[in-house]
């Protein structure tokens, strides 16, 4: 199966690209999903695909780096834990509800893509992230959307 592409949003006070540099190997696991869509997403990721690491709180928000998927989708323990401000009490052990992944960095960007420039990118006119109301934490990505977000971005 060929390698998929995704975006994958954060807020970077809460998780930056910064904070998966470095945590132990620069993998860690993306816990907190709660929306449907982005969790159904989360659970077609294969090992190995490839992730824009998109900073949705920064000013402007932007593109930081490059991920991968280190693990794939596996119940979401935050929704079991009734500490967490990601607990669900409909969650049981046995119907977990949520998922999460294991993300690896890749690579952090010199020069970082800002919305903007995305925007402005006739080639990525498409691209969810640059669609109006495109509010799920999970986007697809195209082969040639993420070719063209490397290139702006001075990356391989």
Known sequence: MARRYWLMKSEPSAYSFADLMKA???????DGVRNYLARNRMMEMKKGDRILFYHSGA???HVAGIAEVA??????HTALDT?????DPKATPENPRWFMVD???IEAFASTVPL???QANPKLA????????????????TP?????????AGSR
């Open 59 to 61: 000013n402007p928000p």
């Open 116 to 118: 903007p420039d995305l």
């Open 126 to 141: 498409e691209m969810s992230v640059v669609q109006r109301g495109q509010r799920a934490s999970v986007l697809p990505v």
């Open 24 to 30: 132990p190997r620069k993998t860690d696991h993306w």
């Open 83 to 87: 500490r967490s401000k990601y607990h």
């Open 103 to 105: 993300v690896r960095a």
């Open 71 to 76: 693990r794939e989708a596996y119940p979401d």
């Open 144 to 152: 040639a959307e993420y070719k063209e977000v490397l290139k702006m």
